[in-house]
Nanobody
Framework: QVQLVESGGGLVQPGGSLRLSCSAS????????MGWYRQAPGKQRELVAT???????NYIDSVKGRFTISRDNAKNTVYLQMNSLEPEDTAVYYC????????????????WGQGTQVSVSP
């Protein structure tokens, strides 16, 4: 099995910054795409940003220029640097990873972290 452990959430004022981290551990052959999603109260979970294992990134329009996703493949860790935070960014943030494991053959399985709360308020 694989575990994703997130850290770095908290309460911050508008305009502030936070850095989220997510580390994967367990039976890992390789990790393909990693990403961050978020879910605000009463809303559906939405994709925030993704990064391939070669470093190609993708962002939703509302966070472009403010958030930066990065990863350290040697540590199986993905980061989300969030700057210029806005109240609309308040949500539970979830880490996601496409983990390739050896199960008779190579198979990719989607794993999720437990979520970390980000609150942006004066």
């Amino acid at each position: 099995q694989v575990q994703l452990v997130e850290s770095g959430g908290g309460l911050v004022q508008p305009g502030g910054s936070l850095r989220l981290s997510c580390s994967a551990s367990g039976s890992i052959f390789r990790i393909n795409d990693m990403g961050w999603y978020r879910q605000a109260p009463g809303k559906q979970r939405e994709l925030v940003a993704t990064i391939t294992n070669r470093g190609r990134t993708n962002y939703i329009d509302s966070v472009k220029g403010r958030f930066t996703i990065s990863r350290d493949n040697a540590k199986n860790t993905v980061y989300l640097q969030m700057n210029s935070l806005e109240p609309e960014d308040t949500a539970v943030y979830y880490c996601n990873a496409g983990v390739v494991q050896i199960v008779d053959d190579l198979v990719e399985i989607d794993y999720w972290g437990q979520g970390t709360q980000v609150s942006v308020s004066p």
